[in-house]
């Protein structure tokens, strides 16, 4: 505290009493403050030395002194903080240094002989110090610089010089002698050169003519090379080619097949067309792995650098291969840990490739137990994060013999073929040479009969302005069911991750005695089978539930959520519809009574696209595909207008009123690539969504994204959910963005 009397004074508080004083009586500091040079520290040899100073007396260091550091002290306490220094070394630089109020000096690698070093301070007042304080320094130089040394140097010379002269005597009347000997030789030399003349001329001859068959022999090795490369041209064509033609057709194939499951079939009919999708799925792995061994091979297959969502690709990675999975009952879980950076930069479809390899292996492998995508980050700094990768299975396993061999092309191993799994051998040496095209490694570690684990890691690029993740409006109070140990840390993490304060519930009977905002439970086959027992246990005082069930299919779950009353998503969902449907109960947290005549959930009628759906721009000049696009979409909600080719899709867009578009590469008249160009010169920035599709996606060919043309990519064949997932994605974007700009 302090206070101001009317006298002028100042007066303050202090642990001893008051204080008190005029300000007009402070006077400046006028005192020049004495320096003084308290040690010296240098680095001899990798060690720290530390040495006193004497006042105006002198320091000898040798050469092996690289750093040599100064501490000095101006002998005034009033601000000491406030001290400014300054000095020069003499005989090293005249100069004064600008004042600091750094107190250490510091000199490298001084040159040996002498220096003075002459150091002034000022006080805070800026009075400086009247006669600066010195130090004579000696630099001493290394012993092949002394004098000497200097002296041997200068016997060593004159002793060569002796040496020399001696030598030269000797060697002149040695050449006395040789002289005579010369001319003689001379002659014998004239007679040699005439008969040497007339052999070089011969020789001369034959080189000419060898000269002559090399040159032929490059001419030939060039036509030679030549037709190597258009040999390879032909066959990257030839790729491009068959890509294209196989993988067209197969969509078709399999987008009818998966379309002709949801109609009403016999059991026999069902077996075909499962056969049929089988056989077709295993077809288009051939195709796939082949294709991407020939690029590897051929060094053709470049890594991009994009920006994705790591979570996003596990996720979807984990949805097309969850049917299989299900099928054969398995729990396929991914531990994705909260703290693990999401926003990379890399290449998202050799990322998805890899994984897809090595995931539908540990599945085709596994017949009871669990399937486990785990994710570590092993180190992060501020560009890049380092992370890994572990696939584990229950399965099989791997004989130790074969481990060594697994990378080979072709190469399917014993234990394979004796389980007769189907296979082409490729997918993991496509996924060695992906993974060290990316600069990561991988590697293996199993026993027969218990399972195997696949490790790998990458280095990815952070990005420089990812958004924040979506999280829920507060922290919710959330209670987590789930006996498998994996799947229990997988949803923790996910859970956690959203902002949730997540307690873990041993027994569902604990869910009638524990206060929380919401539960979340993940349910085995076993605990579905017995819905009507669960149902006893789900009291109207339960918080809101999300079930989590081992299916994929969009019927069974919304009829397994019609039978419980309670939200239903599969095991697989994804992190942000997890977020959604928990932000949706806790805001609706309505309890529905037990279903009677006037209240019994009635069946939905199918209906077709409302008037006011998205309106998808389809343009494909194969009918059949396109027609399966048309159909995909309608039974998606979405109204579609199509054409067979970039002309006649210019038409439909001039009518207004479109969403997206969907274009494929290759059409005759104007192709994919020109449409989107033409879309993006008539409407600027508010251009819809553009989503390119092709069968063709080797590199040269057209078939890749085109940077700032297509906002998108789809691969032929691509499954129902990818193509309405991908649309629904940049419909909302495009129009979060018309709002914001609004």
Not at 100 to 128: C, D, M, Q
Not at 136 to 143: E, F, Q
Not at 248 to 277: A, C, H, M, W
Not at 702 to 729: A, I, T
Request: hydrophobic share 40%; with cysteine.
């Amino acid at each position: 505290g302090h206070t101001h009397a009317s006298d002028g004074r100042l007066w303050f508080g202090g642990g001893q009493g008051a204080i008190g004083f005029l300000p007009g009586d402070l006077k400046p500091n006028r005192h020049a403050p004495a320096v003084t040079l308290n040690t010296a520290t240098t680095y001899r040899d990798g060690n720290l030395v530390t040495m006193p100073l004497v006042q105006s007396g002198e320091l000898t260091l040798t050469y092996r002194d690289r750093i040599s550091t100064f501490d000095v002290a101006a002998m005034d306490f009033g601000a000491p903080q406030a001290n400014t220094y300054s000095y020069r070394l003499v005989g090293f630089t005249p100069q004064w240094t600008p004042p600091s109020r750094n107190h250490l000096i510091t000199f490298t690698n001084l040159s040996p002989g002498r220096y003075r070093l002459e150091v002034k301070a000022a006080n805070n007042w800026g009075t400086w110090s009247g006669a600066p304080t010195t130090l004579d320094l000696i630099v001493l130089p290394p012993w092949w610089r002394t004098w000497w040394a200097y002296t041997i140097y200068l016997f060593i010379i004159i002793g060569s010089a002796i040496a020399y002269v001696y030598s030269l005597k000797r060697k002149i009347t040695r050449e006395k002698g040789i002289s005579a000997s010369l001319r003689e030789a001379n002659e014998i030399k004239s007679n040699f050169v005439e008969k040497l003349e007339v052999q070089v001329r011969e020789a001369t001859q034959e080189l000419r003519e060898t000269l002559q068959g090399v040159n032929l022999k490059n001419a030939e090795l060039e036509i030679a090379q030549r037709r190597a490369t258009e040999g390879e041209q032909i066959k990257s064509q030839f790729l491009a080619n068959m890509s294209h033609e196989l993988r067209t057709p197969l969509t078709g194939v399999l987008g009818y097949t998966k379309l002709l499951t949801s109609t009403n079939l016999s059991s026999e009919q069902k077996d075909f067309v499962s056969t049929i999708r089988v056989s077709s799925e295993a077809l288009l792995a051939i195709i796939n792995d082949t294709l991407d061994l020939s690029r590897l091979e051929a060094g053709k297959l470049l890594i991009d650098e994009v920006d994705f969502d790591l979570l996003e690709l596990i996720e979807s990675t984990l949805e097309l291969l969850a049917p299989i999975a299900y099928q054969k009952r398995l729990e396929l879980i991914r531990v994705v840990p909260p703290d693990a950076p999401l926003h990379l930069r890399g290449d998202p479809l050799r990322m998805r490739q890899v994984l897809t390899n090595l995931l539908s292996n540990a599945i085709k492998f596994t017949e009871s137990g669990s399937v486990c995508l785990e994710v570590r980050l092993l180190e992060q700094t501020e560009r890049d994060a380092n992370i890994g990768f572990r696939i584990i299975d229950t399965g099989i396993g791997i004989p130790e013999g074969e481990i060594g061999q697994l990378f080979n092309a072709y190469n399917r191993g014993r234990i394979s073929t004796r389980h007769q799994v189907e296979g082409t051998g490729l997918g993991l040496a496509i996924c060695k040479k992906l993974l060290d095209l990316m600069g990561g490694s991988v590697g293996v570690e199993s026993r027969v009969g218990t399972g195997s684990v696949f490790h790998f890691e990458v280095k990815f690029r952070l990005q420089k302005h990812a958004a924040p993740r979506q999280q829920l409006p507060k922290k919710l109070s959330i209670l987590l069911y789930d006996k498998h140990p994996l799947s229990n840390a997988a949803w923790k993490a996910s859970l956690t991750r959203l902002g949730a304060d997540v307690r873990e519930v041993a027994e569902l009977e604990s869910l009638m005695a524990l206060q929380a905002e919401a539960a979340v439970l993940s349910l085995s086959e076993r605990e579905l089978a017995h819905l009507g027992e669960l149902k006893q246990k789900f009291s109207p005082a339960l918080p809101p539930m999300l079930i989590l069930a081992p299916r994929i299919d969009r019927q069974t779950l919304k009829d397994l959520s019609e039978a419980l009353y309670h939200r239903v998503l599969s095991k697989t969902a994804r992190e942000k519809t997890v977020y959604l449907e928990l932000q949706s109960l806790v805001q609706h947290a309505i309890h529905i009574p037990e279903p009677t005549a006037e209240n019994r959930p009635k069946p939905i009628e199918a209906a077709g696209p409302a008037p006011d759906a998205p309106l998808v721009l389809v343009a494909d000049d194969n009918r059949i595909n396109r027609r399966l696009l048309v159909t995909m979409l309608n039974q998606s909600g979405f109204r579609t207008a199509e054409a067979g080719n970039g002309i006649e899709l210019l038409d439909l867009a001039a009518r207004g009123g479109w969403q997206a578009a969907i274009l494929d590469i290759h059409m005759p008249g104007m192709d994919g690539i020109e449409t989107a160009t033409r879309l993006r010169v008539i409407y600027g920035e508010a251009t819809p969504p553009i989503i390119a599709m092709s069968a063709d996606v080797l590199p040269g060919g057209q078939g890749g994204p085109q940077q700032g043309l297509m906002d998108d990519f789809l691969m032929k064949p691509f499954n129902e959910h990818q193509l309405v997932d991908l649309l629904r994605m940049h419909i909302e974007r495009r129009r979060k963005q018309g709002r914001a700009a609004g």
